[in-house]
Nanobody, 125 residues
């Protein structure tokens, strides 16, 4: 059974950093575009970043460009999201998912499936 598990969330002060991990079980991540999404209370889920199967191409939401970096280690079957210069507006539950629609590196929620359970990121002083 395909399963993704996110980890690495927590409470951090504004300006701080966190690294999220998305580990796969039951399948190899190598073949798939993987995306990171987030959902804040009362808001719709939104795309944050995604990475091609080889890791050679990435895409970022404008709100995180220059602050977040997505990467993958296919040997460890894991995708990472390094988050620097965190802001209170980054507070959300972060999810990873597998792209199931052949559509380049668009960050559309409907193009992704096999969502993990999410990891909470709270940015507050």
């Amino acid at each position: 059974q395909l399963q993704l598990v996110e980890s690495g969330g927590g409470l951090v002060q504004p300006g701080g950093s966190l690294r999220l991990s998305c580990a796969a079980s039951g399948f190899r991540l190598d073949y798939y575009v993987i995306g990171w999404f987030r959902q804040a209370p009362g808001k719709e889920r939104e795309g944050v970043s995604c990475i091609s199967s080889s890791g050679g191409s990435t895409n970022y939401a404008d709100s995180v460009k220059g602050r977040f970096t997505i990467s993958r280690d296919n040997a460890k079957n894991t995708v990472y999201l390094q988050m620097n210069s965190l802001k209170p507006e980054d507070t959300a539950v972060y999810y990873c998912a597998v792209r199931t629609v052949a559509a380049g590196l668009e960050l559309k929620v409907t193009f992704y499936a096999y969502w993990g359970q999410g990891t909470q990121v709270t940015v507050s002083s």
